[in-house]
């Protein structure tokens, strides 16, 4: 059960330092390789790993108990999505009259084209959609999350990516560490199926 968790800790820490690089590639600012880089000198110290995430937690505790409940989590996502709907409505309003007319949403268009390589398409969001979220916006999780053993599970992710145990995390790092976990769920999608032998057999 441990191991469960701490894969999963591994997993959503890997994929918010994973969502930094998207946004990265698709911004006009100059930005950090790794979302949670605050001072956007490519590494992630472990106060910027662990304090980032758990801040999200406590900003989303409405109520302040030290957990984060399954409605205070869909809160948090709601508020999340308006954000960014208000952002990218901002950044189409070119004269800011509160109204998008053609010139400005063809401009914006191709603008998200240039961006991604791509054509562009309005509301797509990144890859992540709405999934991306902190240590404790686990997908399926129905049961609160206490922020401290959540503190205690990032903790435990940034050791392990931290190879060199130097107290930061590189984009080389943060690489090995998407690496093995997709060797992991490699090998537990191999032990999940059952052998020609013993399918045969039955």
Known sequence: MKTTVLATGVAIALATLTTGTVLAQTSTRPAP???ADADGDRRISRAEFIDGRISRMAAID???DGLVSPEERQSGRDTRRTQRVSARFETLDKDGNGAIDREEFAAGDKMQ???TGR????????RHGDRRGGA???PGTTEPVSIAEARTRVTAVFDRIDADRDGFI????RRAGRAEMRDQRRSRRNADQPSPSATASE
């Not at 054509?119 to 990144?126: E, I, L, S, T, V």
């Not at 590189?170 to 790092?173: A, D, G, H, L, R």
Request: no cysteine; net charge positive; hydrophobic share 20%.
């Open 33 to 35: 390789a790794m979302r």
């Open 62 to 64: 409405a109520n302040r």
């Open 113 to 115: 084209g240039e961006r």
């Open 119 to 126: 054509g562009g398409r309005h509301g797509a969001g990144n």
């Open 136 to 138: 404790g916006d686990r």
């Open 170 to 173: 590189t984009v080389e790092e």
